[in-house]
């Protein structure tokens, strides 16, 4: 199973990889599947069915809004993130949908999106059905998918184990355990990053893809200054007021100030601006989910700012030995919050953003598996419970420490020589298992955690 570094960063919208990106890359895959099947001229209605995490919180997360979204064929990479909100409004209030842009259908918002909240498909727990109806009200087509993380999405006949979508492709070094990556390493005298390269090649050029790389850490620096620009309250209704801006005019303002520890409340200013741009609906790069995606981008803005000498090879660096590690837990555990809980998405992106910057800070691969084992080893057992089904609360600080966190096991593994006791694909084991024992009710479904303790208001 072959995954490149441009499948774990990817440019979508906010505020979640696994319940907006995914629900309307389905809904997109849907519509277009009704125009290739030659279905478009006899649809006469579209359904939408969210089960289990989709139907528990997809309110808060948008999930509703991206299917409406997906069936008018538009995606997470393109969709005007200005007018989105408007569209679905507009789609709700006239009463019909226009069906990959083209074909008209009846619409009724309360009857065509359907929420359950206790019921869910078998495989996964972000699963969603959708249906097109004739103009006698019979059923024309009917087709299942699962959100699987990070904006993945499987088609609905795929195996509970599917945790990746096929592609057969030969790569000149495959690896599927962290153990493997660094014989690789080892054998060939290459760093994690080396090894990166050489099977993204496959796919495209080097110069094709460090463009595309450079593009992603664009839009990374531009979701940093609309979060530092953008004042005022998030929606959805709990009245979070976005920091970031009056971080960030405290931060530059304060031009003299020797405190030892000033570069961390600047990480904790990039974190937190991504994150509340997410929660927003903005454009981020889902790096490996939404609700982690301020980890990857704060700690590489730290590499930029703080480290002499960091420079656009050193981000590209970054970006491939973080994939490298994203692409293990992807395989062989989660980086779905409805799956295994917040370890899985906060901690995943905490173990691959300190394997980049290990990597591009000269650590061996030995060192940089260590940054990454240290990464994910504390954050085990993250409960995914965010308050009122919004990626806000806990979500949002929780970047900003995981973002810290990373730059701390980079630094800690530096000071070793890559021995250790615990293996990253041991600790990784130990999420996968651990998000198995775990309730679902602290699996983002918002009944359990901060998600009942705290008092909406």
């Known amino acids: 199973m072959a995954l490149s570094v441009l499948d774990l960063f990817s440019v979508g919208i906010g505020p979640s990889s696994s319940h ?11 519509a277009d599947g009704l125009k290739s099947a030659g279905h478009l001229s006899s649809t006469k209605r579209v359904q939408a069915e969210l089960f289990g995490s989709l139907g528990a919180t997809g309110r808060g997360h948008g999930s509703d809004k991206a299917v409406v979204l997906g069936f008018k064929g538009l995606d997470p990479e393109t969709v005007d993130t200005t007018t989105a909100d408007d569209q679905v409004a507009a789609a709700a209030l006239d009463g019909e949908l226009w069906i990959s842009g083209v074909h008209r259908v009846d619409f009724n918002w309360d009857e065509d999106v359907v929420l359950h909240r206790r019921k869910a498909l078998p495989a996964h727990p972000n699963g969603m059905t959708f249906r097109a109806l004739d103009y006698t009200g019979a059923v024309l ?11 993945f999405v499987v088609d609905g006949d795929a195996d509970a184990q599917d945790r990746v979508v096929a ?3 030969d790569l000149p070094y495959p690896f599927n355990t962290a153990d493997e990556l660094l014989e690789i390493c080892r054998r060939e005298g290459m760093s994690v990053s080396d090894i990166m390269l050489a099977n993204e090649l496959v796919w495209r050029t080097e110069e094709e893809l460090r463009k595309k790389l450079l ?13 530092c620009a953008a004042e005022g309250i998030l929606p959805g209704g709990l009245s979070v007021r976005r920091r970031a801006p009056s971080l960030f005019q405290t931060l530059t303002a304060d031009t003299g100030v020797t405190d030892p520890l000033r570069a961390m409340e600047w990480v904790n200013l990039f974190a937190l601006a991504v994150n509340e741009e997410n929660a927003a609906g903005g454009r981020i790069v889902t790096a490996p989910t939404n609700g982690a995606a301020g980890i990857v981008p704060a700690v590489l803005h730290y590499y930029v700012k703080f480290v002499p000498g960091a420079n656009d090879d050193g981000v590209v660096r970054f970006l491939l030995a973080a994939a490298a590690v994203g692409i293990l837990f992807k395989m ?10 917040c370890q899985g998405e906060v901690g995943s992106a905490c173990s691959m953003a300190a394997a980049g910057l290990c990597e591009v800070l000269g650590g061996t691969p030995a060192q940089v598996e260590n940054a990454a084992e240290v990464g994910i080893e504390h954050n085990l057992g993250l409960t995914c419970d965010p308050v009122g089904g919004l990626v806000q609360i806990p979500c949002i600080e929780r970047n900003a420490i995981a973002s810290v966190k990373a730059i701390n096991a980079a630094r800690l593994a530096l000071h070793g020589d890559g021995s250790h006791k615990v293996s990253l694909d041991k600790a990784i084991k130990t999420m996968r298992e651990t998000g198995a024992d775990m309730k679902t ?8 955690g901060l998600a009942v303790n705290v008092i909406e208001c």
Request: aromatic letters at 8%.
């Open 20 to 30: 907006t990106v995914g629900p309307m890359r389905a809904a997109k895959l849907f």
């Open 141 to 151: 087509t009917e087709r299942s998918f699962y959100s699987i993380g990070g904006g």
């Open 167 to 169: 592609d057969s492709t």
């Open 215 to 227: 593009a992603l850490w664009a839009v990374m620096r531009k979701c940093v200054d609309n979060g």
């Open 332 to 341: 062989n555990a989660s980086i779905s919050g409805a799956e295994v809980g």
């Open 441 to 448: 009710k602290y699996k983002e479904t918002s009944r359990g």
